[in-house]
């Protein structure tokens, strides 16, 4: 255990030490002695050599320049693990008859063997060799003999006559080698006195029979090859390939103890140094082993341990025998796919960079949207409708893509109208159902709480003769209102605009103020909480397919800011129909819905406008010129020609009565908006019994409002949504004078 720890410690040792060295020996060591190079783990000084290995010290005689292992000649040191040294021959020289000179040699091998690459070989006639050789305790002996009648012939045979070889094996670490005449009876006329007996290197001796025979003497030395190895442990034992350097490997030696290393293929040098084994330049060297292949218009090209055949571009290479040849296909398909990789990069660049770009708008955009959504009360809105006590709600909140959408951009074709209130579009929603939506307005943050309350209140109320408002869109500044369409225009239209050529009949007539004045009784009475439409007029009335009236705009001219839009609006249509109680007071109650009602039927009955710039100043308010007529008992001048016939002038009678009325200037005076209703359907049904009888049909309606809760506008909690709606009035009211 203590051997192996130090053969160790000397392995890392010489690792260390050998670390930086390049080259084949180690530095300031001799690395030649006269043309013998010396390599490690060769050296001539004591840290030039393998540590350890004492008789890898060789010694060169500076006078003669020869190398010296001990007393053996060194010639040549091989990395594969060989020494070649030169030993003289052994011979026996006679007269004819006696020994006249005799020299044996009897050499022993320390840390070097025997090779088998040497022979054992004899030359003279009648004679005999003898080899014993010592394999640790064991010693084999083997010889020859040569036995010649005639002079040997001239044939370079070292084959019995006057010449007799031997193999030799490996391992030896000791040799004796004698020669002795072996005397025949008919001896030759041997003209010959040495016998010679000696080690040479297979191949480096060819026999000649004539100056062998006669003087071998005088070619005294032969190479004779020795096998070396490091140490006596094996690569593992050793401790595998760390002990020899890069790029090589370690080996087992095959005829000794110990290892030797050897550098990877592609590479050449000293294996045993650290960075002793370098790359071979294969296109350069002129070494035929390494040289490299590649044939016709191919180029070398050097790799570390090895080398690549390489083609010029358009080339491939065959690998057969390492020429070029020209690709299948031709060469313009490279630019092809140089022009469509060039434009297909640069289209992806153009997507990436404006896909950035709609991401940082759209981001942008949602940033706003969810700002103008606060703004407007979506959270507040989005919080009751979550509440307790709305199940019944209804209410859809559109995105802004989907009334843009619905809009087809808010173009300017689907435009239904437009007033101070803001503007109506014509919008188809995703499933094809046909829409109204209004684009109100809303400048004041301190109104978003009443427009949420109205909202919520709107969208409960289902009545047939209600315009149903199906949700809101909050995202945008100005909120969106989405309304149910209604496709024939505006009461408004029909007496006064685009329709007025329709004729509305009589029957038409009383029929819709009987549905006006149900549904505003309705409003105020059936209600659990009375609503105050508070802009009743006929451009609020509008009319179906079947001339049936919806009533619309409810409440969303409350939120109108005060500003100068608002005074257009009221100079344009309201003015006239506003209650002068109301515009003077700014108290707002249900009478004042039933004045707006009492023009509204004026106008029906007159199809003269509420208000009227071309009649004398007296008269230029519908209210008063119809007062007036009724006071002076002509009725039947104010009354439009194509609605008043013979049998209808009762009917016409009450209805103005019913109009003067309703348009009373005191308040209290006017009737409550359900004995108006009763009293028109009483004229309604005196006419047509039948046909009114289900004109007015509230049970389903009062359902839909039962547990309907109007909450409290903001920062306003003791109130209640009548009050709300009451103060927003006055607001308006008071900025508008
Ligand atoms: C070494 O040099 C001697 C002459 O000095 C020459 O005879 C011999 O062949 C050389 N050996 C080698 C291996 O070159
Ligand atoms: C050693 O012998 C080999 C051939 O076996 C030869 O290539 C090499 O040059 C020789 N080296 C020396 C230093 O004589
Ligand atoms: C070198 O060789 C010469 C001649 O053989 C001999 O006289 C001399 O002593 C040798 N020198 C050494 C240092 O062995
Ligand atoms: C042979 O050699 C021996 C010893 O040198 C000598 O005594 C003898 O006379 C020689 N014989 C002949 C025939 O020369
Ligand atoms: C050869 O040398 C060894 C020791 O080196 C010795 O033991 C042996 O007897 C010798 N043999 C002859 C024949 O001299
Ligand atoms: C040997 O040859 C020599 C001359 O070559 C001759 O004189 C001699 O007689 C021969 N001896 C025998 C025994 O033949
Ligand atoms: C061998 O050496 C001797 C002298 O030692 C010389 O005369 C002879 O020519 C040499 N032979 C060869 C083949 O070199
Ligand atoms: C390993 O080698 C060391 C010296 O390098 C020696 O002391 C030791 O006995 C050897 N161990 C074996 C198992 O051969
Ligand atoms: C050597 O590597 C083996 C697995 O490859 C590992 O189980 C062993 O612990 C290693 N030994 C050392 C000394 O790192
Ligand atoms: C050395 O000899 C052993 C058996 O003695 C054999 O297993 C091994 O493969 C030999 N090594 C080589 C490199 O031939
Ligand atoms: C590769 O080259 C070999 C030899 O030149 C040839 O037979 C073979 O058809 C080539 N392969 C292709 C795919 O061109
Ligand atoms: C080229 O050499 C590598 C080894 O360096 C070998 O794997 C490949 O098969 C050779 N190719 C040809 C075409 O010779």
């Not at 010679?196 to 032969?222: H, K, Q, W």
């Not at 007015?696 to 909450?711: D, M």
Request: aromatic share 8%.
């Amino acid at each position: 255990m203590k051997k192996v720890h130090g053969l160790f410690l000397v392995a890392i040792f010489s690792l260390a030490y050998t670390q930086l060295i390049k080259g084949q020996s180690m530095p300031n060591c001799q690395t030649k002695c006269g043309n013998v190079s010396i390599e490690y783990p060769f050296g001539t000084s004591p840290r030039c050599y393998y540590p350890g290995q004492s008789t890898f010290q060789l010694t060169c005689n500076e006078t003669t320049n020869k190398l010296y292992t001990g007393n053996l000649q060194v010639i040549n040191i091989s990395h594969s693990g060989e020494l070649r040294i030169l030993k003289a021959t052994s011979f026996t020289c006679y007269n004819s008859t006696d020994v006249t000179e005799s020299i044996s040699y009897n050499t022993t091998l320390v840390d070097f063997t025997l090779s088998n690459k040497n022979s054992f070989t004899a030359v003279g006639c009648n004679t005999y060799a003898v080899m014993t050789t010592a394999v640790g305790d064991r010693s084999y002996s083997t010889g020859c003999l040569s036995l010649c009648d005639s002079t040997p012939k001239e044939n370079g045979l070292c084959s019995g006559e006057g010449c007799c070889h031997t193999s030799v094996s490996n391992g030896s670490q000791r040799f004796l080698i004698e020669s002795s005449r072996f005397d025949r009876d008919a001896s030759v006329n041997n003209s010959n006195p040495c016998f010679y007996a000696f080690l040479v290197e297979e191949g480096m001796f060819n026999f000649s029979p004539s100056p062998d025979l006669l003087n071998l003497r005088n070619v005294t030395e032969f190479p004779v090859v020795l096998d070396w190895s490091i140490g006596n442990q094996t690569c593992k034992e050793a401790g595998n390939t760390s002990i020899c350097g890069q790029n090589s490997v370690c080996l087992d030696s095959t005829t000794r103890t110990g290892y030797n290393c050897k550098c990877n293929d592609g590479y050449d040098g000293n294996p045993y140094l650290a960075e002793g084994c370098l790359d071979i330049d294969e296109c350069t060297t002129s070494s035929t082993i390494y040289r490299h292949n590649c044939s016709g218009s191919s180029a070398c090209v050097n790799m570390m341990g090895h080398f690549l055949c390489s083609c010029p571009s358009g080339f491939d290479l065959n690998t057969t025998d390492n020429s070029c040849m020209r690709k299948h296909k031709p060469e313009y398909y490279g630019w092809t796919q140089i022009f469509l990789a060039t434009t297909v990069g640069f289209l992806a660049i153009v997507l990436v960079v404006s896909c950035v770009q709609q991401k940082i708008k759209h981001r942008k955009n949602t940033e706003l949207r969810k700002h103008f959504f606060e703004q407007n009360g979506g959270g507040m809105l989005r919080q009751r409708l979550s509440g307790a006590g709305t199940s019944n709600v209804d209410v859809q909140i559109f995105t802004e893509e989907g009334m843009k959408e619905a809009t087809n951009g808010y173009e300017e074709s689907r435009i239904l109208g437009q007033g101070g209130q803001g503007t109506v579009y014509k919008g188809i929603l995703p499933d094809k159902s046909v829409v109204a939506i209004k684009k109100a307005r809303l400048g004041d943050s301190s109104q978003v709480g009443q427009f949420i309350n109205e909202v919520l209140v709107l969208s409960q109320i289902n009545h047939r003769n209600v315009v149903k408002l199906l949700g809101c869109c909050l995202e945008t500044e100005v909120p969106l209102l989405v309304y149910e369409f209604i496709n024939s225009g505006t009461l408004f239209d029909h007496l006064h605009g685009s329709m007025s050529n329709s004729s509305l009949t009589w029957e038409h007539r009383l029929r819709i103020s009987v549905e006006i004045a149900g549904t505003l009784a309705y409003l105020h009475s059936s209600a659990s909480i009375p609503i105050i439409h508070r802009d009743v007029k006929t451009a609020n009335i509008l009319l179906d397919e079947n001339l049936t009236a919806k009533v619309a705009d409810f409440g969303a001219s409350r939120l109108i800011p005060m500003d100068k839009e608002q005074l257009t609006t009221m100079v344009q249509g309201t003015l006239g129909y506003l209650d002068p109680e109301y515009y003077n007071t700014g108290l707002l109650n249900e009478k004042s819905d039933v004045y707006s009602f009492g023009v509204v039927l004026m106008e029906l009955l007159t199809g003269q406008k509420a208000l009227c710039f071309e009649q004398p100043q007296q008269s230029k308010h519908l209210v008063n010129y119809f007062a007036c007529a009724m006071k002076e008992d002509r009725l039947h001048e104010v009354i439009e020609s194509q609605v008043m016939n013979e049998s209808n002038q009762r009917e016409i009678h009450e209805a103005a009565r019913i109009a003067v009325e309703c348009t009373r200037l005191m308040g209290e005076e006017r009737p409550r908006m359900k004995e108006v209703a009763a009293q028109l359907e009483a004229l309604g049904v005196a006419k047509t019994k039948h046909e009114l009888s289900d004109q007015y049909n509230e049970p389903e309606v009062n359902k839909h409002l039962v547990g309907v809760e109007i909450l409290p506008a903001q920062g306003d909690t003791g109130t209640t949504g009548y009050d709300s709606i009451k103060n927003v009035t006055r607001l308006h009211i008071e900025a508008g004078r």
